[in-house]
Every structure is written in C-alpha cells, then in structure tokens.
C-alpha cells in the first residue's frame, strides 16, 4: 500500500524535472543525455577517457584539475 500511495501522490503533486542532470554532479553516462532521452542518446559513441564522463563532460575545469594531479 506505501508504494501505491507514494504513486499516485508523485503523479499528483510531483513536480517535472527541470534540468538534464538535477544532481549537478552526477558521474555516469545516463545522466549526459537530455531529459526525456531522444530516440537514439548519443550521434555517436562517447569516448571515455575517465571513469566519471559525464562529470568531465559537465564541468571540463574541475576535470582538467583532476587529471592534471
């Protein structure tokens, strides 16, 4: 019964997410791509140069910060 409440409170109240990645900092790949995902994620594949891309992707200074110790 909680899940069933927690459901329809979420799709009563629940408000939209506004941002692509709400975390800020989030390190995997899922969260690169735009919210709701397009058809295909990626035009191509990603490289990854690190274990935290999309982090590198979304704050390229910090990442250079880190790769530079």
């Given at each position: 019964l909680p899940f069933f409440y927690?459901?329809?409170k979420t799709?009563?109240?629940?408000?939209p997410v506004g941002?692509?990645?709400p975390w800020g900092f989030s390190r995997s790949l899922e969260w690169a791509?735009?919210?709701p995902p397009p058809r295909h994620n990626f035009v191509s594949l990603p490289k990854i140069?690190?274990?935290s891309p999309a982090f590198d992707l979304h704050h390229p200074e910090i990442a250079a910060l880190?790769?530079?110790?």
């Amino acid at each position: 019964l909680p899940f069933f409440y927690n459901v329809w409170k979420t799709a009563k109240y629940g408000k939209p997410v506004g941002v692509d990645d709400p975390w800020g900092f989030s390190r995997s790949l899922e969260w690169a791509t735009s919210c709701p995902p397009p058809r295909h994620n990626f035009v191509s594949l990603p490289k990854i140069r690190s274990e935290s891309p999309a982090f590198d992707l979304h704050h390229p200074e910090i990442a250079a910060l880190e790769a530079g110790r």
